[in-house]
C-alpha cells in the first residue's frame, strides 16, 4: 500500500520545494520526490539570477541585504537569504566590432545599486538549501536519490510510481520536474506540443574580465554565433555560455573560440582564471502547456514552459499552486474546480501574455556580415529602457528597427537585402532546426 499524503511534489527546485514549504507551513501532509542526491547541488548550467524591481509575470520580487530577505511584495511570500551576490542592471547586446545596445547604463545605474539594478545573481545551491531547510522545519517528507518514472490516477489518488519500486499516493501531484519533464511525457502532454529543436549548451565559471560593464546580461555576437555572460554570485566571478542547435557544431569548440579567438572579445579573457572547466545541459524546446492540469497532476514552472520560466516565475508558480491545493483540499475539491483558480492564474499571467508567442527560427549571424552587424548596432539614436525582461527587449528592438528600414534601405541596400533572407527563410530555417533536434515524447 502507498503511504497516502496530501500532496505529493516531484522535482525539488525552486518551484517544487517553495511548493513544499508553502504546503507544509499550511498543515498538509506533503512528500517530496527529488532524484538527486544533495538536493541542493547544482549540476548543468545555471546562472542563479534573480529578477528584482520590475515585474516579472506581474510579480514583484525585491532583495533586502540589509535583513537578509528576498521578498515577493505583490504574493506575499519571503525567504531568508544571507548569502552572497552581485547586482544585475540589465541586458547589454554587443556587435561583432563591439558597439552596444544598452539597455540601462551601468556606469550611471550602479551609483544608486539598490534603487537600479533589475537583479542580483545569487547562490542558489544556498537558496535551495534554505527552501529545503524550511519545508523540512514544516513537516515534509522528503525523499532525494528517488527517480520517478510514472504516475497514475487510481480512484480518488494519484500514485507516482519510482524506479527503486516504491510508491507515494497523493490526492494532488504538483509536477515540478523542470525541463524536459518526465511526467509531461507520461501524461502525453508533449504529443501536442510544438517542437523548436534541442538546445546544447555548455558554460565555463570563470574569475576576472576587462569587459568594460560586466555587471549585467551580457550578449556578444560573433562570427560563429552569439555567446553570453552573466554574474556569478561571488564578487568577479562570472558564466560564460555558448549554445547551438546544430548537428555539426559542438558548445565546447565553441566556447573555446569565444574565450581564445573571438575578435573584440576574446581579450577580456586573457587575465581570466577559469575557476570551473564546462558545466553543459541539454534542453528540447517545446510550446509551454496551455492548460498544465491531466489526472490530478498540476504543472508548475519549468515543467510546463518552453525553456527556464526564470527562478522568480518558479517559486511564484510554486507557491500559488501550494496555497491554491490548500484551499482546495479544506473545501473537499479534490478534483480540477479545485485548483482552477491556479488555472486561471497561470492563463492570466504566463499563458495568455507569453505562451502563445511562435519561436522564432531565425540565425541571422549565417546571413548578415559582421560589418552589418556593426553598422545596425551604431543606427538607434536613443538609449533603450533598461530592463532585464526578455520579451520587454525583443519588443524594443523590433519597434527600433521597424522605424528605421528606410533609413537602412537608403543607405545599405545590400544589408536589406540580406535582412529580407533572413524573414524569408524563416520557414526553413525552423525546419533545419527541428530535423537537427530530437523531440521527447
Given at each position: 500500500?502507498?503511504?497516502?499524503?496530501?500532496?505529493?511534489?516531484?522535482?525539488?527546485?525552486?518551484?517544487?520545494?517553495?511548493?513544499?514549504?508553502?504546503?507544509?507551513?499550511?498543515?498538509?501532509?506533503?512528500?517530496?520526490?527529488?532524484?538527486?542526491?544533495?538536493?541542493?547541488?547544482?549540476?548543468?548550467?545555471?546562472?542563479?539570477?534573480?529578477?528584482?524591481?520590475?515585474?516579472?509575470?506581474?510579480?514583484?520580487?525585491?532583495?533586502?541585504?540589509?535583513?537578509?530577505?528576498?521578498?515577493?511584495?505583490?504574493?506575499?511570500?519571503?525567504?531568508?537569504?544571507?548569502?552572497?551576490?552581485?547586482?544585475?542592471?540589465?541586458?547589454?547586446?554587443?556587435?561583432?566590432?563591439?558597439?552596444?545596445?544598452?539597455?540601462?547604463?551601468?556606469?550611471?545605474?550602479?551609483?544608486?545599486?539598490?534603487?537600479?539594478?533589475?537583479?542580483?545573481?545569487?547562490?542558489?545551491?544556498?537558496?535551495?538549501?534554505?527552501?529545503?531547510?524550511?519545508?523540512?522545519?514544516?513537516?515534509?517528507?522528503?525523499?532525494?536519490?528517488?527517480?520517478?518514472?510514472?504516475?497514475?490516477?487510481?480512484?480518488?489518488?494519484?500514485?507516482?510510481?519510482?524506479?527503486?519500486?516504491?510508491?507515494?499516493?497523493?490526492?494532488?501531484?504538483?509536477?515540478?520536474?523542470?525541463?524536459?519533464?518526465?511526467?509531461?511525457?507520461?501524461?502525453?502532454?508533449?504529443?501536442?506540443?510544438?517542437?523548436?529543436?534541442?538546445?546544447?549548451?555548455?558554460?565555463?565559471?570563470?574569475?576576472?574580465?576587462?569587459?568594460?560593464?560586466?555587471?549585467?546580461?551580457?550578449?556578444?555576437?560573433?562570427?560563429?554565433?552569439?555567446?553570453?555572460?552573466?554574474?556569478?554570485?561571488?564578487?568577479?566571478?562570472?558564466?560564460?555560455?555558448?549554445?547551438?542547435?546544430?548537428?555539426?557544431?559542438?558548445?565546447?569548440?565553441?566556447?573555446?573560440?569565444?574565450?581564445?579567438?573571438?575578435?573584440?572579445?576574446?581579450?577580456?579573457?586573457?587575465?581570466?582564471?577559469?575557476?570551473?572547466?564546462?558545466?553543459?545541459?541539454?534542453?528540447?524546446?517545446?510550446?509551454?502547456?496551455?492548460?498544465?492540469?491531466?489526472?490530478?497532476?498540476?504543472?508548475?514552472?519549468?515543467?510546463?514552459?518552453?525553456?527556464?520560466?526564470?527562478?522568480?516565475?518558479?517559486?511564484?508558480?510554486?507557491?500559488?499552486?501550494?496555497?491554491?491545493?490548500?484551499?482546495?483540499?479544506?473545501?473537499?475539491?479534490?478534483?480540477?474546480?479545485?485548483?482552477?483558480?491556479?488555472?486561471?492564474?497561470?492563463?492570466?499571467?504566463?499563458?495568455?501574455?507569453?505562451?502563445?508567442?511562435?519561436?522564432?527560427?531565425?540565425?541571422?549571424?549565417?546571413?548578415?556580415?559582421?560589418?552589418?552587424?556593426?553598422?545596425?548596432?551604431?543606427?538607434?539614436?536613443?538609449?533603450?529602457?533598461?530592463?532585464?525582461?526578455?520579451f520587454k527587449v525583443v519588443?524594443?528592438?523590433?519597434?527600433?528597427?521597424?522605424?528605421?528600414?528606410?533609413?537602412?534601405?537608403?543607405?545599405?541596400?545590400?544589408?536589406?537585402?540580406?535582412?529580407?533572407?533572413?524573414?524569408e527563410n524563416m520557414e526553413?530555417?525552423?525546419?533545419?532546426?527541428?530535423?537537427?533536434?530530437?523531440k521527447i515524447v
Open positions: 500500500m502507498a503511504p497516502t499524503y496530501d500532496v505529493v511534489i516531484v522535482g525539488a527546485g525552486p518551484g517544487g520545494l517553495m511548493a513544499a514549504r508553502t504546503a507544509g507551513a499550511a498543515g498538509l501532509r506533503v512528500a517530496l520526490l527529488e532524484r538527486k542526491k544533495d538536493i541542493p547541488k547544482i549540476h548543468r548550467s545555471c546562472g542563479g539570477v534573480l529578477n528584482l524591481n520590475e515585474p516579472t509575470y506581474d510579480q514583484i520580487v525585491t532583495l533586502d541585504e540589509d535583513n537578509h530577505l528576498i521578498q515577493c511584495t505583490t504574493m506575499g511570500w519571503t525567504i531568508h537569504y544571507d548569502g552572497p551576490f552581485q547586482n544585475v542592471y540589465g541586458f547589454h547586446i554587443y556587435s561583432p566590432g563591439g558597439r552596444r545596445l544598452e539597455f540601462g547604463n551601468f556606469a550611471e545605474l550602479r551609483k544608486n545599486p539598490k534603487q537600479n539594478r533589475m537583479g542580483a545573481s545569487i547562490s542558489k545551491e544556498q537558496l535551495l538549501r534554505q527552501l529545503l531547510t524550511e519545508a523540512e522545519n514544516h513537516g515534509v517528507a522528503v525523499f532525494p536519490n528517488t527517480n520517478v518514472c510514472s504516475v497514475k490516477k487510481e480512484g480518488t489518488a494519484v500514485v507516482v510510481e519510482c524506479e527503486n519500486g516504491e510508491e507515494y499516493a497523493g490526492a494532488f501531484v504538483i509536477a515540478a520536474d523542470g525541463i524536459n519533464s518526465r511526467l509531461a511525457r507520461v501524461l502525453k502532454f508533449n504529443k501536442e506540443r510544438e517542437f523548436y529543436g534541442t538546445s546544447r549548451d555548455t558554460s565555463l565559471t570563470i574569475q576576472g574580465t576587462d569587459c568594460p560593464d560586466p555587471d549585467g546580461f551580457l550578449f556578444m555576437i560573433t562570427p560563429r554565433g552569439i555567446f553570453s555572460m552573466i554574474p556569478l554570485a561571488e564578487a568577479g566571478c562570472y558564466h560564460i555560455y555558448a549554445s547551438t542547435m546544430r548537428r555539426d557544431e559542438k558548445p565546447p569548440e565553441l566556447l573555446r573560440y569565444f574565450v581564445t579567438e573571438a575578435p573584440t572579445f576574446s581579450a577580456w579573457y586573457r587575465n581570466s582564471t577559469i575557476l570551473k572547466h564546462r558545466t553543459a545541459c541539454v534542453v528540447s524546446l517545446m510550446s509551454p502547456i496551455e492548460h498544465p492540469f491531466r489526472d490530478n497532476v498540476l504543472f508548475i514552472g519549468d515543467a510546463c514552459w518552453r525553456r527556464e520560466i526564470s527562478n522568480v516565475g518558479a517559486m511564484c508558480s510554486g507557491y500559488k499552486a501550494a496555497t491554491v491545493i490548500a484551499d482546495a483540499l479544506n473545501r473537499g475539491k479534490t478534483d480540477e474546480e479545485g485548483i482552477r483558480e491556479y488555472l486561471e492564474w497561470y492563463a492570466k499571467h504566463y499563458y495568455g501574455p507569453f505562451g502563445k508567442r511562435k519561436q522564432g527560427g531565425r540565425d541571422f549571424t549565417q546571413y548578415l556580415t559582421p560589418d552589418d552587424i556593426d553598422y545596425l548596432a551604431s543606427l538607434p539614436e536613443e538609449k533603450f529602457p533598461q530592463t532585464l525582461d526578455i519588443n524594443h528592438i523590433g519597434k527600433v528597427y521597424g522605424e528605421l528600414m528606410t533609413r537602412i534601405y537608403e543607405e545599405r541596400p545590400d544589408t536589406m537585402e540580406r535582412m529580407i533572407q533572413v524573414r526553413e530555417d525552423m525546419k533545419k532546426r527541428i530535423s537537427w533536434g530530437f
